[in-house]
């Protein structure tokens, strides 16, 4: 069976990664002031945030259009795939998800099998990388998605934001009322919840100094309880010499342990606002046998 794999703009794959790994990255719309813009198409990270400071309005994110991507399931048939795993962001802060799950039964030219990554980033990106390495080894559906579920399951994350205004306002931060009394004096840390996979805020720090040295020990307690090999990865939005000074830091603690750098893009930097920070970590797949 050839299996195809699509994932959506919010994995932040570079284009030498969707080019190597083979994986079609479905664009996702973002508005400012009334002009929609597609996701790496028409709108760079760089450009989305200077529009972002220079707004009248708060900018809203929207879904590919179902029309397009039963377009592009089709054309993924006339390819010669008989199957495609769709991997996209979690159905806990975009729709987009269940949206492909109730067309996914209306097309009969190829088999499409939506999965929700549950979470978002390049963290979704490795999902896809995995899915489509695997894929072309000749591994089965069920084989791909139940290493997907097992590395998923390993996944987790620390954000430091500047201030919460923009998750309010978008409605992605399911336990805002306790935290929105002091929303600009705090650095709240913000995770995604294990059971329902929301956004949520779990701590307030009045620094941002603060903030990262608490998210370093919190990554320091799961360093130390997990059983596999971890690697880590430092995002950052539109403040990338942040992130770099942020990683080399994690580097030294950790000199051993792989870590890399990636970044909130328009679609993601819609709801967190501007320097946010992140520390994400997942077992280190490059050690698994596929």
């Known amino acids: 069976m050839k299996i195809a794999i699509v994932t959506d703009s919010t994995a ?84 987009f998800y269940n949206s492909i799950k109730q067309i996914a039964p209306t097309i009969d030219r190829i088999k499409v099998i939506p999965y929700d990554s549950q979470i978002t980033v390049k963290l979704m990106g490795y999902l896809a990388i995995q899915a489509s390495k695997m894929a072309s080894l000749g591994r089965s559906i069920d084989q791909i998605i139940n290493y997907l579920n097992g590395l998923r399951a390993t996944i987790d994350e620390l954000f430091v934001v500047d201030d919460l205004q923009n998750l309010v306002r978008g409605g992605r931060l399911s336990n805002a009322s306790a935290f929105i009394g002091g929303i600009l004096k705090i650095k709240p840390l913000l995770t995604f919840d294990d059971t329902n996979h929301e956004i949520v805020a779990i701590e307030k720090i009045r620094s941002r100094k603060k903030a990262l040295k608490r998210v370093e020990t919190l990554f320091a307690q799961a360093y130390q309880k997990a059983n596999y090999p971890l690697r880590a990865l430092v995002l950052n939005g539109d403040d990338p010499k942040a992130g770099e000074e942020w990683a080399s830091k994690i580097h030294e603690l950790y000199p051993n342990m792989k870590i890399e750098q990636s970044y909130f893009g328009p679609e993601i930097g819609t709801h967190l606002g501007d320097k946010a920070l992140a520390l994400a970590w997942l077992r280190d797949f490059d050690q698994d046998q596929i």
Request: no cysteine.
């Open 12 to 95: 932040y794959l570079t284009k030498e990664e969707e080019q190597k790994y083979h994986i079609t990255v479905v664009p996702m719309p973002v508005i400012i002031d009334g002009h929609e813009y597609k996701e790496g198409v028409d709108i760079t990270t760089e450009e989305f945030y200077e529009k972002l400071r220079n707004s009248n309005s708060f900018p809203s994110t929207s879904q590919a259009p179902m029309g397009e991507m039963i377009e592009l399931y089709n054309s993924l048939a006339d390819k010669g795939y008989d199957a495609v795993i769709s991997i996209h962001l979690a159905s806990t802060i975009s729709g």
